[in-house]
């Protein structure tokens, strides 16, 4: 008799209380926020933002669900959706957008064909919160071609989607 394999079940991490600060995820999570939250979120998965949430930050992430008020820019990478409950002033980046009836947006959004084109200009302290380093060493990296990065116009630039496919690789070769 063959044995029923259970389906592993999906991980929700729930933020009820009042945050500050900044939030990053390497790896993929399911992330809702039904608080109030300050500060910067850096995602990947699926982030909600609950009905009741109050969320003053810049967001970054894969898939965005947003059903409260949340004042700051938001990139998504894969998609964006703002619920009939939403109330979102800031700049949106996103491949697709999803606005449903009730919504409302004050600011600008920007599309573009598929999720390769929606990519992050980060800077070297940027990559180095990212990657919990000091910005010298990323500096160092940068100069001797170790890690993704261009100099234009006097500084250094590093695409997210390059950073992030660098990581992937070196955790291969690792």
Do not use: C, Y
Request: proline letters at 2%; zero cysteines; aromatic letters at 4%.
């Amino acid at each position: 008799m063959a044995k029923k394999q259970e389906e592993p079940q999906e991980k929700i991490l729930d933020v009820d209380a009042s945050m500050q600060g900044t939030i990053t995820f390497k790896d993929p999570v399911n992330l809702r926020i039904n608080g109030s939250f300050e500060g910067k979120l850096d995602t990947r998965g699926v982030l909600a933002v609950g009905e009741n949430a109050k969320v003053k930050a810049n967001i970054t992430g894969d898939k965005i669900i947003i059903s409260g008020k949340v004042s700051g820019n938001i990139t998504a990478f894969s998609s964006l959706t703002l619920t009939g409950h939403a109330v979102v002033s800031g700049q949106l980046q996103t491949p697709v957008l999803s606005i449903l009836e009730g919504a409302v947006l004050d600011g600008e959004v920007q599309m573009s064909a598929g999720e390769q084109e929606v990519s992050e200009d980060m800077s070297l302290g940027d990559v180095a919160n990212f990657l919990e380093l000091e910005e010298h060493v990323v500096e160092e990296w940068a100069a001797k071609k170790k890690i993704p990065a261009v100099f234009q116009s006097g500084s250094w630039h590093v695409r997210r989607s390059e950073l992030e496919r660098w990581i992937q690789e070196e955790r291969i070769n690792s």
